[in-house]
Every structure is written in structure tokens, then in C-alpha cells.
């Protein structure tokens, strides 16, 4: 949710600035703009809507400056309008800010600022920040840089809720101020130029090195040097880390939309997060988060916590630990644990998984089993991101840049990941089978072959989404890991296309869902669990009967030709069926919206990075 850009450097600025914004497109907003230092004043200008707009406006403004700042808003606080689009600028326009995040208390700041003759120009909370900035330098006499920074520390420290803020001043125009809290902020170091950014893609076409901020942090940023202070001023050490992503990853090479391209990205982005991990004739590798067999053995249970897409893969990874490591594993909403008082302790692990590792309820469920004495463990694609900052031990997925709104690359990942842990819980534990173990890691080598085959085989699914675009209700089907795997692609439907629907236990069908069921809608079931397969099939025929259509994917020929439609895939273990299955949805999703001619990659009311609660 929102997008923050910033440069200070030898170069002229705007074209790196509007650069990094459509980067962030998929971040969701409603509004951008930019300001830039122009000879010792702060130029402004912002518009309403796509970045776009904002572009056309700068095609007939001159801005040669070599600092600046610019913003992509998502709306919270006020309408999206130009007026309370960012950056905001101070009453004596001597500051410019942007922002992301929300102030909570920005009522009462505001209140207090408007009794000290400030006046405010939008509905925005972002509004209090450079008058509350202000507000703290106007004391000073003497007008340094150290002064600024003190200023924009005292003001931070005012301020309650989460923040991601660039400043830029008048007095000091060749200086920029960072400050981070609970939002996220990027730093990278190019050659006597610095790149600030909320998400690494925004400037990954020019560094992969960079800095990260902790919570509370500051940096004040000139073209040859970077300092970091903590909230009391004292400067403190930060290092420089690289990054392993490619450029080339954050730009459609040919594809006709991110989406496309990440979904056939599948094979090798599982083949990077798991390579390293399995080892065939030994314990899997998960040396990195140094998990002792004497702490694993006290483990009582263990939760996965996380929101969304990131929850579904939760989900399998439930499946596989209990049914693999023979430990009770219990998957919850990031948003719903914090408040519900969960029962974790220190034979508690906590597994928290994020893509972006910026999410914030997820972050905030983790620092509440923290508080509880309990093991933390991340699972992540950002090396650096606030979570992993946060937990006791992170593992990384290798997805590289996800840019499309709709998460598919980085969930199979995911979901790959925990199935590695899942085996290696039971290697470490001797909780299953040897033979079963070494099949299951050889097998999970194979499935970015089978996905593969899979694509190879998207004309059929384009076919079916011809067929059933115009449907204004669909249903998905399945029982067991089945029923995961109709979550995630229920979710996706509904995400990109806008069509309602709904997944269902396939079991739970007559306690009252088939009430829904009338003549022509589409039904999809996923029919991959062997045990299970021929109660589906049962449940699908109680569909059919009421005069539905239905879409099924499964492993076998047999069970496909007694439906409308059919994908058959490769067959794998049940623990791994999920990376197969899933994918016959993504495209369905994928195709659907595409025929109804919607924006794939930016979604109505969604952004990438839920960054508030």
C-alpha cells in the first residue's frame, strides 16, 4: 500500500523518481507526485490518478534537480484528490514530505498544531508531519543540519502508528532525511548517489546493494555520505548488504503482464528454494536457523500464522508437518491471533510467513509470541525485510520480484519450503519412514518438470475461461489438501476477475452451500487425493445433477471424462499436490480476466504489501 521513491545523487532526479513509481505500480494507489530540490527551493507537483498523469504534467515542467522525493497513494485518510495526494509541504513550505503508513494520533497533533496557527490545506494524517517538523525547528535560532535532523526526530517521536517517511528542506538542499517505523524503507548505494525506496524493485535497475533500516531508525543522506541515528540521536553503525535478485526479473520480457510471466516463472523460482535444501541420502539443510533436536523434540505444537495467499500455504504446510513430523500444527489468520489470546508458550514454534516480510499483522502476531517466550521462525522472500529483523530464525524463499498484485510464484515457493521442513522435522525427529522421506525429496526435485508439463498444456484452460468469463458466481470443490489448494484458487478468481466465489469442503457440500447451486453455474473440483477422490466425485455429481457445469483437474483420465471440462495433471504424492494443482487455477484466473479486459497485475482496492492494519 502505497509506494515512496527517492534519489540523491549527480543525476537529474525526475526520471529515476517517476522510474521507481511505476515500479511500485503494483503497490496499489489513486494518486502520485513528486518533489524535487530546485535551487534551493522545494518544487511540487502531484496529480489524482495513474502515474501516468502525473507523467504528462512533467513532460511540460522543467525540473533539472538532482534530490527528491516521490509518492504513490493509496488512500486512508481523505478521498483520493490531488489535494491529499503527497508530498505535503509545511505551512511556510520549508519541508516536503512524503509517506507511508498511518498516524493514529494525528487528530490530536493536528489539533494541537491548528492552536499554534498552523493551517492544513487536506484531509490527510501525512499533513501533521512537515508542520509538526516545523514546529520543532522554528525554536532553533541557528538553522544547521543537525538541527533538521533533531527536528524530524522530535517529530517522529511525537508521532503514534506506523511511518515511512522521506523529508526534504529548503535550507539543506543537497541533504534528504529518512525515518522507518513498522513501514518498509530500503536504502541502496550506487556510485556517489543514493536510491530510497519503500520495496527493492522500485530501484533494483540500479544497485543491488543496500541498507536497512531498523524501527526507530534515521538516516540523513547526502550525495557522497550516509549517516544512521537511532530516536535519541546517537549515530549508529548499518551494514551494506546485496542482493542476489535480477533486474530482468522486475520486467515483463515479453510477457503480456507480470502475472503471466510469474506463473510460468513457477519451475525454476521452486527449483532456487529448494535446491539447497534437500540433501538425498541425508537430513535436508536447514543449517541456517540452527534448531536443536533437543527443542525440537519439546515441541508440543507448533502454529503458522500469516494472511492471505501467504495462510493458504500455511495451510499445506499444516497437512505435511502433521502428517510427516507427527506434531499438532495449528493455522490462524495473522489479524485474528493477535487478538485471541493464543495459547503458546516456549514449546510453542511459531512459523510466520510473509512475502514481502513487510505485512504488518504478521509482524505484529510475531512480536506477540516473542512476548510469549515462544520460537520465532520467518518465512520470507525480502532478505532484509522487517520480519526477519523481527523473528529468532528466517528461511528464505528464492521467487525473486513478484510484482504482480495476485501472488502464484511466490505461494508455490512457499508452499515447496514447508514441505521441505516438513521433511526434515520428521529426518531430525524419526517420525516417518526413511524410504517415504527419500521418495518424497526426490520427488519434490521433479515437480518444476511437472509444472512444466502443466504449462505446456494452458491452451486447455484458455478454452474453459472462454467458456465461463461471464459467470457472476463460481464455486470450488475439493476434500482434504484438496480443499487448500480450492482456497488459494478461489482467492485468486475473486482477487483478479472480480467474480465472486467461494471454496467449500466438498464434504460440507448439503449442510447447506448446494442451496447455491442452480442451472449453468460453474463448479471447479480438485481431485488429486487418491483416499479421497471417488467421495468428490460423488459430491461433483450432486452438482451436476442440479444442473451445474463443472471445470475439474485431477490425475486421472478416467475420473476426467465424466465432467464438461478437465485438466489432467501429473500424479505426485499427496503432500506435494498442491504445487501442481494450483497452477491449472492460477491460469484459469489469469485467462478469465483477461477476457473480460481488467488490469491483471493491479486488482481494484488491492495492493502487493499490506503495510497497515
Known amino acids: 500500500m502505497c509506494g515512496i521513491v527517492g534519489y540523491v545523487g549527480e543525476k537529474k532526479c525526475t526520471p529515476i523518481l517517476i522510474n521507481g513509481l511505476k515500479n511500485l505500480e503494483y503497490r496499489g494507489y489513486d494518486s502520485a507526485g513528486i518533489a524535487v530540490m530546485e535551487q534551493n527551493h522545494i518544487e511540487v507537483v502531484k496529480e489524482k490518478g495513474r502515474v501516468k498523469n502525473l507523467e504528462d504534467i512533467l513532460s511540460s515542467t522543467v525540473l533539472n534537480g538532482t534530490i527528491g522525493i516521490a509518492h504513490t497513494r493509496w488512500a486512508t485518510h481523505g478521498k483520493p484528490s490531488k489535494d491529499n495526494s503527497h508530498p505535503h509541504k509545511d505551512n511556510s513550505n520549508t519541508f516536503a514530505v512524503v509517506h507511508n503508513g498511518i498516524i493514529e494520533n494525528y487528530k490530536e497533533l493536528r489539533m494541537f498544531l491548528e492552536d499554534s496557527n498552523y493551517t492544513f490545506y487536506s484531509q490527510t494524517d501525512t499533513e501533521v508531519i512537515p508542520n509538526l517538523i516545523h514546529y520543532y525547528y522554528s525554536k532553533y535560532d541557528e538553522k544547521t543540519k543537525d538541527n533538521f535532523l533533531k527536528s524530524v526526530i522530535y517529530a517522529c517521536n511525537e508521532l503514534r502508528g506506523s511511518y515511512a517517511i522521506l523529508v526534504l528542506c529548503n535550507d539543506f538542499p543537497n541533504m534528504e532525511i529518512v525515518a522507518k517505523k513498522d513501514s518498509p524503507l530500503v536504502i541502496g548505494k550506487g556510485t556517489n548517489e543514493y536510491y530510497i525506496a519503500s520495496d527493492i524493485p522500485a530501484v533494483l535497475n540500479y544497485t543491488k546493494d543496500f541498507y536497512f533500516l531498523d524501527d526507530n531508525n534515521f538516516a540523513t543522506i547526502e550525495e557522497n555520505e550516509i549517516h544512521f541515528y537511532d530516536s535519541n540521536n546517537i549515530e549508529l553503525n548499518k551494514d551494506l548488504k546485496s542482493i542476489s535478485w535480477d533486474c530482468t526479473s522486475s520486467s515483463k520480457r515479453g510477457y503480456d503482464d507480470f502475472m503471466i510471466k510469474e506463473i510460468f516463472e513457477q519451475p525454476e523460482a521452486i527449483k532456487r528454494t529448494i535446491i ?47 502428517k510427516l513430523a507427527k506434531i499438532p500444527t495449528i493455522t490462524e489468520i495473522a489479524s485474528e491471533f493477535r487478538y485471541q489470546n493464543p495459547l503458546i508458550d516456549k514449546n510453542t514454534l511459531c512459523i510466520f510467513i510473509s512475502q514481502s516480510g513487510e505485512t504488518a499483522d504478521t509482524i505484529a502476531a ?10 520465532t521462525l520467518a518465512i520470507t522472500n525480502v532478505i532484509g525485510s522487517s520480519i526477519t529483523r523481527e523473528a529468532d530464525f528466517s528461511i528464505y524463499t528464492e521467487a525473486g520480484p513478484e510484482i504482480a498484485v495476485a501472488s502464484t510464484k511466490a505461494y508455490t515457493c512457499q508452499v ?13 525427529l524419526k517420525r516417518e ?20 508439463t502443466i504449462l505446456k498444456n494452458c491452451d486447455v484452460v484458455e478454452d474453459v475461461a472462454n467458456k465461463v468469463y461471464l459467470e457472476k458466481d463460481m464455486f470450488f470443490l475439493g476434500r482434504g489438501i484438496d480443499y487448500t489448494t480450492c482456497l488459494e484458487g478461489s482467492l485468486k478468481l475473486k482477487e483478479i476477475s472480480y467474480i465472486h466465489s467461494e471454496a467449500y469442503s466438498a464434504g460440507e457440500l448439503k449442510h447447506g452451500p448446494i442451496a447455491l447451486i442452480e442451472n449453468n453455474i460453474t463448479v471447479v473440483g480438485i481431485l488429486t487425493d487418491e483416499n479421497l477422490i471417488e467421495k468428490s466425485v460423488s459430491n461433483l455429481q450432486e452438482v451436476i445433477t442440479r444442473g451445474a457445469k463443472t471445470f475439474v483437474v485431477c490425475n486421472d483420465e478416467n475420473v476426467a471424462n465424466r465432467f464438461d471440462y478437465s485438466l489432467v495433471i501429473p500424479s505426485t504424492y499427496t503432500y506435494l499436490s498442491p504445487l501442481l494443482s494450483i497452477v491449472p487455477l492460477q491460469l484459469l ?4 480476466t483477461k477476457e473480460k479486459g481488467l488490469d491483471v497485475d493491479k486488482p481494484r482496492n488491492l495492493a502487493k504489501s499490506v503495510t497497515v492494519e
Not at 294 to 311: E, P, Q, W
Not at 416 to 428: R, T
Not at 433 to 452: M, R
Open 276 to 322: 539447497n535444501r534437500i540433501n538425498l541420502g541425508k537430513i535436508c539443510n536447514f543449517s541456517d536457523i540452527n534448531l536443536s533436536r533437543k527443542y525440537l523434540s519439546a515441541i508440543d505444537k507448533i502454529y503458522i500464522v500469516a494472511c492471505g495467499t501467504a495462510m493458504h500455504a500455511g495451510l499445506v504446510g499444516k497437512y505435511a508437518i502433521e
Open 366 to 375: 510475531l512480536k506477540l509470541a516473542k512476548q510469549k517466550n515462544c520460537k
Open 416 to 428: 515447496a519450503l514447508l514441505c521441505c521442513f516438513a521433511i526434515y522435522l520428521s529426518e531430525v
Open 433 to 452: 519412514n526413511t524410504n517415504l522421506l527419500e521418495n518424497l525429496k526426490q520427488e519434490l526435485l521433479c515437480i518444476p518438470e511437472k509444472i512444466e
Open 589 to 592: 484466473s489469469y485467462y478469465i
